[in-house]
């Protein structure tokens, strides 16, 4: 976490060629494990992340139970392999904060109390770490979350914005991250409620506005490109299964 | 449990309607905060110390401090590491064990405020380059929760800094001295209802509520961590106005009792 003096701009751009306020490439795909409810696999530039949602099913241990909704678990898990220095497996403190804000970021519009006494599992490995895995978790989260039929009143989408050389930055990478000044990373409905909102490093009260702003404006790119894959897998089941539409078929 | 949300549905209704007419239980007004109070080096042992009172919640930080090894990536540089512990005498839904996720986000929270507030001058705290520096240990320990435990352990957490004193003597690395404090991060936090917003939540306040955002600010103003917790969503508004009222509570607490 040292400010090195190194250079975040070269002629305008970031050290990855992009401007200030455009995402990494974003690459999603649906339904990619088969005995997951929903699955969803997505690439935020270097982050490799998937997603599995389980149930509703029945709750273990049954003292969780709550008799008049689902609960939503959420894992958020990192894979050994998937940082420069080797993480030691199983949950720190980072990842179950991180395990939580996410729960609470998707739970808003998950309705739950449709499966009273029944629990939604949601879990999510990182494979592949380059700065916002847990704004990738979120967005794959919510994609499998609707690849298994869970009701949900919308989408939640999710992206991060930070400050390097006192520039507001859309998307930060590893580098950007590591030496920036200020990350903030958000969840949001296509609507604009904040579902989840944390942020560390130091910004002025309008550079905080400011960075809602572009993160927002992130988070409604990737809610596009969310919906995409989802109508891109079921309009190709369509095409497959004619008449079998309402059907929800395991490939 | 069970029994206590049985009251809270009561509760919640009573504080609902309050509400509607624009007022809270104890009679304060929505941004207003309980009496506040803070007696520092309670505990000699500590190196520091601070014994909060927030209204009638009630938190106990200590700071300990030890040499040790620094991280490989910051050789020349101190190391913060905070830790909380809701103790089930504090509270009938605290429990006996590790840290459940309350406790973990709110230890890092703090943590959060300590850290990106560069509140302490780690590189002040360098022994020797990459072998040895100074460790300062942050414990919070929560004794009574009446709500809003998250503003008290962080007003606790700088104010046990503030009185903290570097024990060179005791490990034969010179004289004592006082920890260099170069920023006092405050923070403080509000709940969302029905589109009103509370500041400093008691306890039935936070049963009723499911959203919380906790905004760190420093001396300059600036924001340097913020967190929103619970299953609720904020619209970009809401949080801007907490952001500027979180400002102005923050730099009033400072002023009152940091600040000497």
Same mark, same amino acid.
């Given at each position: 976490?040292?400010?090195?003096?190194?250079?975040?701009?070269?002629?305008?751009?970031?050290?990855?060629?992009?401007?200030?306020?455009?995402?990494?490439?974003?690459?999603?795909?649906?339904?990619?494990?088969?005995?997951?409810?929903?699955?969803?696999?997505?690439?935020?530039?270097?982050?490799?992340?998937?997603?599995?949602?389980?149930?509703?099913?029945?709750?273990?241990?049954?003292?969780?139970?709550?008799?008049?909704?689902?609960?939503?678990?959420?894992?958020?898990?990192?894979?050994?392999?998937?940082?420069?220095?080797?993480?030691?497996?199983?949950?720190?403190?980072?990842?179950?904060?991180?395990?939580?804000?996410?729960?609470?970021?998707?739970?808003?519009?998950?309705?739950?109390?449709?499966?009273?006494?029944?629990?939604?599992?949601?879990?999510?490995?990182? *494979?592949?770490?380059?700065? /916002?895995?847990? #704004?990738?978790?979120?967005?794959?989260? +919510? !994609?499998?979350? @609707?690849?298994? $039929?869970?009701?949900?009143?919308?989408?939640?989408?999710?992206?991060?914005?930070?400050?390097?050389?006192?520039?507001?930055?859309?998307?930060?990478?590893?580098?950007?991250?590591?030496?920036?000044?200020?990350?903030?990373?958000?969840?949001?409905?296509?609507?604009?409620?904040?579902? *989840?909102?944390?942020?560390? /490093?130091?910004? #002025?009260?309008?550079?905080?506005?400011? +960075? !809602?702003?572009? @993160?927002?404006? $992130?988070?409604?790119?990737?809610?596009?490109?969310?919906?995409?894959?989802?109508?891109?897998?079921?309009?190709?089941?369509?095409?497959?299964?004619?008449?079998?539409?309402?059907?929800?078929?395991?490939? | 449990?069970?029994?206590?949300?049985?009251?809270?549905?009561?509760?919640?209704?009573?504080?609902?309607?309050?509400?509607?007419?624009?007022?809270?239980?104890?009679?304060?007004?929505?941004?207003?905060?309980?009496?506040?109070?803070?007696?520092?080096?309670?505990?000699?042992?500590?190196?520091?110390?601070?014994?909060?009172?927030?209204?009638?919640?009630?938190?106990?930080?200590?700071?300990?401090?030890?040499?040790?090894?620094?991280?490989?990536?910051?050789?020349?540089?101190?190391?913060?590491?905070?830790?909380?512990?809701?103790?089930?005498?504090?509270?009938?839904?605290?429990?006996?064990?590790?840290?459940?996720?309350?406790?973990?986000?709110?230890?890092?929270?703090?943590?959060?405020?300590?850290?990106?507030?560069?509140?302490?001058?780690?590189?002040?705290?360098?022994?020797?380059?990459?072998?040895?520096?100074?460790?300062?240990?942050?414990?919070?320990?929560?004794?009574?929760?009446?709500?809003?435990?998250?503003?008290?352990?962080?007003?606790?957490?700088?104010?046990?800094?503030?009185?903290?004193?570097?024990?060179?003597?005791?490990?034969?690395?010179?004289?004592?001295?006082?920890?260099?404090?170069?920023?006092?991060?405050?923070?403080?936090?509000?709940?969302?209802?029905?589109?009103?917003?509370?500041?400093?939540?008691?306890?039935?306040?936070?049963?009723?509520?499911?959203?919380?955002?906790?905004?760190?600010?420093?001396?300059?103003?600036?924001?340097?961590?913020?967190?929103?917790?619970?299953?609720?969503?904020?619209?970009?508004?809401?949080?801007?106005?907490?952001?500027?009222?979180?400002?102005?509570?923050?730099?009033?607490?400072?002023?009152?009792?940091?600040?000497?």
């Amino acid at each position: 976490m040292d400010e090195t003096d190194i250079s975040f701009f070269k002629d305008g751009l970031r050290l990855d060629g992009r401007r200030a306020d455009q995402l990494r490439p974003v690459k999603i795909e649906v339904g990619v494990l088969a005995r997951a409810d929903g699955s969803c696999y997505i690439e935020m530039g270097g982050n490799k992340v998937i997603a599995a949602v389980y149930g509703p099913r029945e709750v273990h241990p049954r003292h969780l139970q709550e008799a008049t909704r689902a609960i939503v678990r959420y894992r958020y898990n990192m894979a050994s392999f998937s940082v420069e220095d080797r993480k030691r497996p199983g949950p720190d403190r980072r990842s179950q904060e991180l395990s939580k804000v996410s729960r609470e970021a998707l739970e808003p519009v998950i309705l739950t109390s449709f499966f009273p006494r029944s629990v939604i599992d949601v879990f999510v490995e990182v *494979l592949q770490a380059d700065a /916002g895995t847990r #704004t990738a978790g979120i967005n794959a989260a +919510a !994609v499998a979350l @609707a690849d298994a $039929g869970i009701p949900m009143k919308c989408m939640v989408s999710s992206c991060a914005a930070g400050k390097v050389a006192d520039t507001i930055v859309l998307d930060p990478m590893k580098e950007e991250d590591n030496f920036g000044q200020a990350d903030l990373p958000i969840a949001m409905t296509p609507n604009g409620d904040i579902t *989840l909102l944390q942020m560390d /490093g130091g910004l #002025t009260p309008d550079e905080f506005e400011r +960075a !809602v702003e572009m @993160a927002m404006k $992130g988070a409604r790119e990737i809610y596009e490109l969310q919906r995409q894959a989802l109508v891109e897998k079921y309009s190709q089941m369509i095409e497959q299964h004619p008449g079998r539409e309402e059907v929800h078929v395991c490939d | 449990m069970s029994v206590t949300n049985v009251i809270s549905e009561i509760k919640k209704d009573f504080i609902f309607n309050l509400l509607l007419k624009g007022e809270r239980v104890d009679g304060r007004t929505f941004d207003q905060y309980r009496e506040i109070s803070i007696q520092r080096d309670v505990i000699r042992k500590a190196e520091g110390s601070a014994l909060v009172k927030l209204g009638s919640s009630q938190v106990l930080v200590g700071v300990k401090m030890q040499p040790g090894e620094p991280f490989q990536d910051t050789p020349n540089k101190g190391v913060i590491i905070t830790n909380a512990e809701l103790v089930p005498l504090a509270s009938p839904s605290f429990e006996p064990g590790p840290p459940n996720e309350m406790g973990i986000e709110l230890a890092r929270v703090v943590d959060r405020g300590v850290r990106e507030s560069k509140a302490v001058d780690l590189e002040a705290l360098c022994i020797v380059p990459g072998k040895q520096v100074w460790i300062i240990f942050i414990d919070v320990h929560i004794l009574d929760d009446c709500g809003n435990i998250l503003d008290a352990a962080s007003l606790g957490a700088i104010a046990a800094l503030l009185s903290t004193k570097v024990p060179a003597a005791r490990f034969g690395l010179g004289e004592d001295y006082n920890l260099p404090i170069r920023d006092i991060p405050i923070a403080t936090t509000a709940i969302e209802f029905n589109d009103v917003l509370m500041f400093d939540p008691g306890v039935d306040e936070e049963a009723i509520a499911n959203t919380r955002l906790t905004i760190i600010s420093t001396m300059n103003g600036n924001i340097c961590g913020t967190q929103k917790s619970g299953t609720g969503m904020l619209k970009p508004e809401q949080i801007y106005r907490i952001i500027d009222i979180a400002c102005e509570k923050a730099k009033e607490i400072r002023e009152k009792f940091l600040e000497a």
